[in-house]
Nanobody, 122 residues
Framework: VQLQASGGGLVQAGGSLGLSCAVSGLRFTNYHMGWFRQAPGQEREFLAAIHRSDGATYYGNSVKGRFSISRSNVRNTVSLQMNGLKPEDTAVYSC????????????????WGQGTLVTVSS
């Protein structure tokens, strides 16, 4: 199983960035997908999740209204559009897959990608 996140980089505060995660090695439509981030010295934070088939989305409080998750069950990808970026959004962003009943809360994700670094300058 491989989850490969891409699209990270350096962006100024207030700017936008789009991340993508390509998934292979599993039946993509059987898995709910999520995005997480981890800043240096901090715990991993749940950002967003999307249902495996009906497109229902859920967001963490810190990104609600600024970030948007989407998926393509044709291309086996999940994306995260990030708008209104702030310096505190600086972190390594990772995608993950889950079949757990608590996937909406960012729980039970058992397949993870390596992550992509997002740096927001002030």
């Amino acid at each position: 199983v491989q989850l490969q996140a891409s699209g990270g980089g350096l962006v100024q505060a207030g700017g936008s960035l789009g991340l993508s995660c390509a998934v292979s090695g599993l039946r993509f439509t059987n898995y709910h997908m999520g995005w997480f981030r981890q800043a240096p010295g901090q715990e991993r934070e749940f950002l967003a999740a999307i249902h495996r088939s009906d497109g229902a989305t859920y967001y963490g409080n810190s990104v609600k209204g600024r970030f948007s998750i989407s998926r393509s069950n044709v291309r086996n990808t999940v994306s995260l559009q990030m708008n209104g970026l702030k310096p505190e959004d600086t972190a390594v962003y990772s995608c993950a897959a889950s079949q757990n009943v608590n996937w909406r809360q960012g729980v039970g994700y058992n397949y993870w990608g390596q992550g992509t670094l997002v740096t927001v300058s002030s």
